[in-house]
């Protein structure tokens, strides 16, 4: 039987109806951290709490990448097959900004700006047919 496994612990909840990403927001100085640390980045205070980042947010800032990623984020594909992809940072509400590939390639339809949702769809799928799972962020229609 295959089954949909996360590209990482922790980045996300999973299993989950409704997937959110998963950040560390220090309790001293309210900073977010994604991926979630123990430690806060920006006080190196260590009372952080995980919490659930929100699922819409601005795309700050974007660009689109000519060349295949390396482990742990390469994919299935080959020079052959590789298509460029487009990768950005989101802002959240709350003030963290996640870095991540967008569902969009096509440079005439990416503007900072824009508003984007967190969607979670395959990233790659493994040879004994396992989906590895990551997050994605697409233009809201
Ligand atoms: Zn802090």
Known sequence: MSKQVPIAEGLFTWPAENPALLC???????????PAAQSCQACSGEDVAVEELPGRGTLWTWTVQQFMPKSPYNSNET??????YGVGYLELPG???VEGRLTENDPA???????MDVVFDTWRV???????VSFFFKPVA
Do not use: Y
């Not at 020079?79 to 460029?84: A, I, R, Y």
């Not at 339809?109 to 508003?115: A, D, T």
């Not at 493994?126 to 590895?132: L, M, Q």
């Open 24 to 34: 560390s927001r220090c309790q001293q100085c309210g900073i977010a951290t994604f």
């Open 79 to 84: 020079p052959e097959t590789f298509k460029p």
């Open 95 to 97: 003030g963290v900004r």
């Open 109 to 115: 339809k990416l503007s900072i700006g824009m508003e």
């Open 126 to 132: 493994e040879d004994n047919g396992d989906e590895v």
